[in-house]
């Protein structure tokens, strides 16, 4: 299998940023799919300890398209530092292989937008 298969994970502020940074991932073909899981966090900011709920983004990506997500990220999420990563997988089934590369822009793969 390819080694270019990850999991792009990000921390949004709310579901409708959320929402809005998938939908402009999905349209641009930079993901295939988003999943969206509601989380509560903690962790230090400036000068002290923040809590917040959040909404944890997961997104189905290639990793030769974590530029292009980090730029539209950073165009769309509201916070100062976002953290943006890249998980690779390890093992993916053959027809989510195939449906990956259909569905993102795979150029490498020969996929279209």
Not at 29 to 44: Q, W
Not at 71 to 92: D, G, M, N, R
Request: aromatic letters at 8%.
């Amino acid at each position: 299998m390819p080694t270019n298969f990850v999991q792009m994970v990000l921390t949004c502020g709310s579901w409708q940023e959320a929402q809005k940074i998938a939908d402009r991932l999905l349209e641009t073909r930079l993901i295939a799919c988003a999943e969206f899981v509601a989380i509560k966090s903690k962790y230090h900011w400036k000068e002290g300890l923040e809590e917040a709920d959040e909404i944890k983004l997961i997104m189905e990506s290639l990793h030769e398209n974590f530029a292009g997500v980090e730029a539209e990220v950073a165009k769309l999420h509201s916070y100062e530092t976002f953290v943006l990563q890249a998980i690779p997988l390890v093992s993916l089934s053959a027809a989510a292989v195939n449906w990956w590369q259909q569905k993102t822009n795979a150029n490498s793969q020969g996929a279209t937008r």
